[in-house]
């Protein structure tokens, strides 16, 4: 895949104060630069949320928050934050890459108000835009976007979830009539967990089977998505339409979710969101893309957006948990060795280093991801670069960095808790309730495990495709290849050249370890060997009948799901070390050029019992590893501040009372206070340290 055309920007020196080793970083060249394509868009975006009346108020009853969440959407709409990626006839900017820039930093004004500007803006009035035609455009857009048609995006079913293809609702044409007949047939049908459903909307975009009348029996023709009004401008349920309120939830309770079904709902012929799939009024299907399979496929990855946004806002979350966490252990003081010694910052020790920084590094290997997947999904949706490969591209990507960076920010919001300690837990610090918000990203659009499992059928996929025309050459070529890892790996004999190479030198085995060339090797190694494996495991599957094929893909599921995680570690990795490549300021460089080495160092050291198994490493070199890694620490630590201030957020996006400087003049005024009593010569003096007497 070819890289977007942006990424070639650069970052150029500026004045910056060194460390006491000569190394600095540029904390505001480096800002810039993580502020990527769009930066002026993310700089008001980061305005907005910084504006207290975007703010979440901790203590408010769900009513209370849902109904502030409502007006702030109108206060998004009165400040312009909603239309970027919408025509410029409807007041849009036909700007899709700077609408998601923006939208992903609204995360940090409140998450609830965030996922509900998606669900009105990027899923409702997204799916009217892209999966309908002109007439709906003109119809409906104009009052999606002013807010006077607040609405729900109605996929999801109690009984489906990820499964979009086996959903229950029907929608039936009646050719009498010139109608469609929505129905939920039974229980599980109902849509379920739908933002916007439970009280604001007063439409959804509903999903689900077309069937149209056949000669001899009825046509199901798929998936398709029709407009249905579900409520009078009073909030009263239509006729045939009725719900339920999905209730207090673990986070997100800003949003009213809730549920719908449907008991023969009549709407008109033209409600079709016809861009794919279209029907006459004597209930004639065409469409433009002949094959059913290839037809669902295309209609859902016109709404891939959702994937790209969580991407972004999951790293934003990581990014603020960090700056407060990293900023706390900066001023934060626990024990000491002696009673004359000041206590040592957190972040001195070498453990909560591991805990904070290597998230860090994922952090600025996520970010520079998500940066490159933006700018395709731009591309792709602007029309720069829009053909089928690369839409299959985008839609590969997008499933396998929302997995890990959703599943990142978990965890790191987790870490940066605990690393905060009591102070962590309190709501005024936000870390526990960004954890809880943002529980839902890992199963929001798509469960990562499922997404991952497309892009191991993905990479299988591609895999297949290098042998499929392949002449007798090719395949002796690979045969041989296969021999030869064989021979140099499983054997050991890799083990032994490099043994061989580094007996007696941990610093050349480190030096082995630090290069990328290595780590390239070493982490591509990994994902090409793990497909080759489950190439040869499901070889022959796709030929037995369906029962018996799942069956063997099921006995290999966790192989798979590995697979592609492998793959998206080394997609961030390979962005990572591309981002590198427009740095020109030196210490900005070996600063961040240490961050990569330690994030592609934790990867496989994560992993090391697959390298020594696979013979791809020594125990040498295995052992060389984690001092390395240390070593890698005790170098950032000094810099680790500026790394997370070169974020951009200030006091009004992280809103942390630990994160304003408190707990430094806290510390402050108690090293000043101990100075003083030890000045004074009536310090008390611990009884484990007198000295016995006689």
Not at 146 to 153: M, N, Q, T
Not at 499 to 505: E, I, L, N
Not at 515 to 523: I, K, V
């Amino acid at each position: 895949m070819t890289q977007p055309a942006s990424l070639t920007r650069t970052l150029a020196p500026g004045p910056a104060a060194a460390d006491d080793a000569g190394h600095a970083v540029d904390v505001g060249l480096l800002g810039g630069y993580l502020l990527g394509r769009w930066p002026d868009i993310r700089r008001a975006a980061r305005r907005l949320a910084g504006d207290p009346e975007l703010h979440r108020l901790d203590g408010q009853s769900m009513a209370e928050h849902r109904r502030r969440v409502r007006d702030q959407l109108q206060y998004l709409v009165d400040h312009g934050g909603v239309h970027r990626a919408f025509p410029a006839r409807f007041g849009g900017a036909d700007d899709p890459g700077g609408n998601i820039a923006g939208y992903e930093e609204l995360v940090l004004a409140d998450p609830s108000l965030q996922i509900k500007a998606g669900v009105q803006w990027g899923l409702f009035g997204a799916a009217i835009l892209h999966l309908g035609t002109t007439g709906h455009h003109e119809k409906w857009l104009p009052d999606i976007l002013s807010l006077r048609l607040p609405g729900a995006f109605a996929m999801t079913e109690t009984g489906h979830g990820s499964d979009v293809s086996a959903i229950a609702t029907t929608a039936t044409y009646d050719l009498a009539s010139g109608e469609f007949v929505v129905n939920t047939p039974f229980r599980a049908a109902w849509k379920d967990y739908l933002g916007n459903a439970a009280r604001d909307g007063k439409a959804a975009v509903v999903f689900a089977k077309l069937i149209t009348p056949g000669r001899d029996h009825p046509v199901d023709h798929g998936v398709h998505a029709f407009m249905v009004p579900i409520r009078d401008d009073g909030g009263a349920f239509l006729p045939g339409v009725g719900g339920e309120d999905d209730g207090l939830k673990g986070g997100l309770n800003g949003i009213d979710n809730g549920r719908l079904h449907f008991d023969n709902v009549r709407i008109p012929r033209a409600n079709l969101l016809n861009r794919y799939g279209d029907v006459a009024p004597d209930g004639t299907y065409s469409s433009p893309i002949a094959s059913p399979g290839r037809r669902f496929f295309t209609m859902l990855g016109t709404l891939v957006q959702g994937r790209v946004s969580l991407d972004g806002a999951a790293v934003a979350a990581s990014k603020a948990a960090l700056a407060i966490a990293v900023r706390y252990a900066n001023e934060r003081r626990q024990f000491t060795a002696s009673p004359n010694a000041e206590e040592q910052r957190l972040l001195d020790y070498q453990l909560h280093q591991r805990r904070l920084l290597t998230r860090l590094a994922r952090t600025y290997a996520a970010a520079f991801a998500h940066e490159e997947l933006l700018e395709r999904f731009h591309d792709v949706f602007s029309g720069v670069r829009d053909t089928d490969a690369d839409r299959e591209d985008l839609e590969t990507l997008a499933a396998v960095l929302k997995p890990l960076s959703t599943w990142h920010a978990l965890d790191t919001l987790q870490e940066c808790r605990e690393a905060c300690g009591g102070a962590g837990f309190l709501a005024e610090n936000r870390l526990s309730l960004l954890r809880a918000d943002l529980d839902i990203y890992a199963t929001f659009e798509g469960d990562n495990n499922v997404l991952l499992q497309l892009v191991a059928k993905r990479l299988l996929a591609d895999y297949a495709k290098e042998f499929r025309n392949a002449d007798f050459g090719v395949l002796a070529r690979w045969v041989a290849a296969q021999a030869a890892d064989v021979t140099l790996h499983r054997t050991g004999l890799r083990r032994v050249v490099q043994t061989v190479a580094d007996t007696g030198s941990d610093r050349r085995a480190a030096n082995y370890l630090k290069d990328p060339g290595t780590q390239r090797e070493l982490l591509t190694g990994r994902v090409g060997a793990m497909v080759a494996e489950l190439a040869g495991a499901l070889r022959g599957a796709g030929k037995l009948p369906p029962t018996e094929s799942a069956k063997i893909f099921n006995r290999h599921q966790h192989g798979l799901i590995e697979a592609a995680r492998a793959h998206g570690d080394l997609l961030q990795w390979e962005a990572f070390t591309r981002a590198l490549e427009g740095i020109r300021d030196p210490g900005t460089l070996e600063v961040l050029t240490w961050l990569r080495d330690l994030f592609g160092l934790g990867l496989i050291e994560q992993h090391l019992g697959w390298y020594l198994l696979n013979g791809r490493l020594s125990a040498q070199r295995a052992r060389t590893l984690g001092p390395y890694l240390n070593r890698l620490l005790h170098r950032l630590r000094p810099h680790a501040q500026d790394l997370v201030d070169a974020f951009g957020y200030g006091p009004e996006q992280l809103r942390a009372a630990i994160a304003t400087g408190a707990e430094a003049a806290r510390q402050q005024e108690a090293l000043a206070w101990a100075r003083a009593r030890r000045a004074s010569g009536d310090f008390p003096v611990p009884e484990k340290y007198l000295q016995p007497e006689g």
